[in-house]
Each structure stands twice: as C-alpha cells, then as structure tokens.
T-cell receptor, first 114, second 112 residues
C-alpha cells in the first residue's frame, strides 16, 4: 500500500490566524489526494479533491476561499485553513487513492483554534 | 442522495464474544464497498468487496457483500480488547473517481 504522512500532527492556534497542513505520499506518485475532516464521534466528511496540475474540487458547502488547497507536486498537497475560528477545530485527514481503488490515509492533523 | 448507513452505532461486548457489524447503502453506480478500522488516528484498511457472496477473511475478521440487498457485514470472532475501535464502511462509486462516501461508523468496545 501507499505510505502517507501529514504534518503537523497537532496544531493549536489563535483565532484569525492561518494554518497550513501538509500531506505527503512517501512512496507513490499521486495525481489525486483527498482531504477529509472529522468531528468527535462522527464519520469522515470529504471536503475536497486535490488535483495535481489543476484546481481542487470542493464538496458542496465547503468554502474554497477558506480552505485553500494546493497540489504542489505528485507527492505533496497542502490544505491551508485561512482566518481560522474555533468552529474550524477538527481532525483533518488526507488520503491517497491507490490504482483508483482503496485509499490510504495519513495519520491526521488535530487542529485546535482558541 | 447517496447514503451509507451503519448499525449499530455503538456496541459493547466482552472479550471472546463474536460481533457482526452492518452496513447498508443506497448509491448510484456502485463499484466497491470498503471497511476500515479507526483507532486514535487515521483509518486503516481492512477489506474491499466488489463481488456479491465472496467472503473475505483476515484472521478473526471476515466480511461479505450482498449487492442484491445492498448491504455488507463485518464479523469479528473471539473479540479482543485490541479490537476496540470505530469501524467505518465506505462506498466507492464508478462515477466518482476515487471518492469514498463513508457511513457514520460503529464504535466497538471490547471489555476484558
């Protein structure tokens, strides 16, 4: 399977600041990566599809200006939460699909906005 | 609207018990159903089911898909405390690229 890393694993920031989360596919070139968020005791909610070489595709209800996605290379996608607010506190997870089938998930980033 | 429904939402058992987790789905252009186990962090892949009636096994875990009735079950026999986790079911559609639609998950707690 694919090995996926995320950085940072945990971040605490003040309201109004921007936070960047990196997702790296360590052993597999990924033209597509997915970003999810997960609230406590809830399932994963797909936020957007990150596409290498083109704009990200956002799910309905997800603000593209608030959650900026950049697929910089075949092994790196970044999610920037701009002007973060306490309601943005969540667990953010990226995933890499392998051969269009199963997805391999990063370890996640826990964001806490004070 | 596509949806994936898991039941029960939570389950508490004793070590050694056998559990069955359910996942039903209503999606267009079904391709595959996947099961994941999530402990503290990211989900780890368990099974991918594409064909009806073919059981997949991995140790004490097994799973099967019924495409006629639109559901899947995940069985865990002789449960251990290390099986405590959230078990997620997700569906992959033919028309969605590699996007997954997840169910709410089943929180399994195995007590010693």
């Amino acid at each position: 399977g694919a090995v996926v890393s995320q950085h940072p694993s945990r971040v605490i920031c003040k309201s109004g600041t921007s936070v960047k989360i990196e997702c790296r596919s360590l052993d597999f070139q990924a033209t597509t990566m997915f970003w999810y968020r997960q609230f406590p005791k809830k399932s994963l909610m797909l936020m957007a599809t990150s596409n290498e070489g083109s704009k990200a595709t956002y799910e309905q209800g997800v603000e593209k200006d608030k959650f900026l996605i950049n697929h910089a290379s075949l092994t790196l996608s970044t999610l920037t939460v701009t002007s973060a607010h306490p309601e943005d506190s969540s667990f953010y997870i990226c995933s890499v699909p392998l051969h269009g089938n199963e997805q391999f998930f990063g370890p996640g980033t826990r964001l806490t906005v004070l | 609207e596509d949806k994936v429904v898991q039941s029960p939402l939570s389950l508490v058992v004793h070590e050694g018990d056998t559990v069955t987790l359910n996942c039903s789905y209503e999606v267009t252009n079904f391709r595959s159903l996947l099961w994941y186990k999530q402990e503290k962090k990211a989900p780890t892949f368990l099974f991918m089911l594409t064909s009806s009636g073919i059981e997949k096994k991995s140790g004490r875990l097994s799973s099967i898909l019924d495409k006629k009735e639109l559901f899947s079950i995940l069985n865990i026999t002789a449960t251990q405390t290390g099986d405590s986790a959230v078990y997620l079911c997700a569906v992959l559609q033919r028309t969605s690229g590699s996007r997954l639609t997840f169910g709410e998950g089943t929180q399994l707690t195995v007590n010693p």
